[in-house]
Each structure stands twice: as C-alpha cells, then as structure tokens.
C-alpha cells in the first residue's frame, strides 16, 4: 500500500523559512519521481516543484523559481521542499505527490497523492 505522509507546515511570518517533508513507503525507490503541488482557498491545485528519482533533474513553478528548492534523501524514502522568502501569496495546503517513472508536473498525472500540510504566511 503506497504512502505519502507530510510534515513541516506551519505559521511563519512573510520573509521567514520553513521546510516540509513527505516520507513515502509502499513505492519502488527507483521508478518514481515525487514532487509538491499546492492548493489555496478558492484555488485550483497547482504544480510548485518536483524532482527524478536522483534529483538530478528538478523543476519548479515561476512563482517559486530562486525560493523554494526541492531534495530528496532516498535511503529515508523523504522528499523536502525548502521554501524560502515564503510571501503570503504562498499560503495553501501542500501536498506531497508521485508518479511511476517520470517527473509530476501537472496534477491529472500525478499517481499518489498525500493528504497535504497547510503552510501559513503571515503579512
């Protein structure tokens, strides 16, 4: 049975940091890329990074390009997103995602979802 659990969210002032994780278990570790979407209220569920399998390959949304930096430490099966200089236009529940054998950039391909962590950025 496949996983995807995050952690990390919280209230942070605009400007600050903080750091999101999601441990996965259930998947084959070398088949799948994972990556972060994000949904705010009233908002579609949108693309914000993701990454392979060694994280040699990333992307990342416009919006959080220089921001925010996804990683993943595979012998812990956990994926991070680093955000940084969070903007209260940053504010949404984020969710952990996964998709067999290639990168998650749109979210009608995504294969697993988690149940999200909200991220709050106070002005």
């Known amino acids: 049975q496949v996983q995807l659990v995050e952690s990390g969210g919280g209230l942070v002032q605009a400007g600050g940091s903080l750091r999101v994780s999601c441990a996965a278990s259930g998947l084959p570790r070398s088949t799948y890329g994972m990556g972060w979407f994000r949904q705010a209220p009233g908002k579609e569920r949108e693309f914000v990074a993701a990454?392979?399998?060694?994280?040699?390959?990333?992307r990342y949304a416009d919006s959080v390009k220089g921001r925010f930096t996804i990683s993943r430490d595979n012998a812990k099966n956990t994926v991070y997103l680093q955000m940084n200089s969070l903007k209260p236009e940053d504010t949404a529940v984020y969710y952990c995602?996964?998709?067999?054998?290639?990168?998650?950039?749109?979210?009608?391909?995504?294969?697993?979802w988690g149940k999200g962590t909200l991220v709050n950025v106070s002005s």
């Open positions: 990454c392979n399998w060694s994280a040699s390959s990333t």
């Open positions: 995602a996964a998709k067999i054998y290639t990168i998650p950039v749109a979210a009608d391909g995504v294969d697993y």
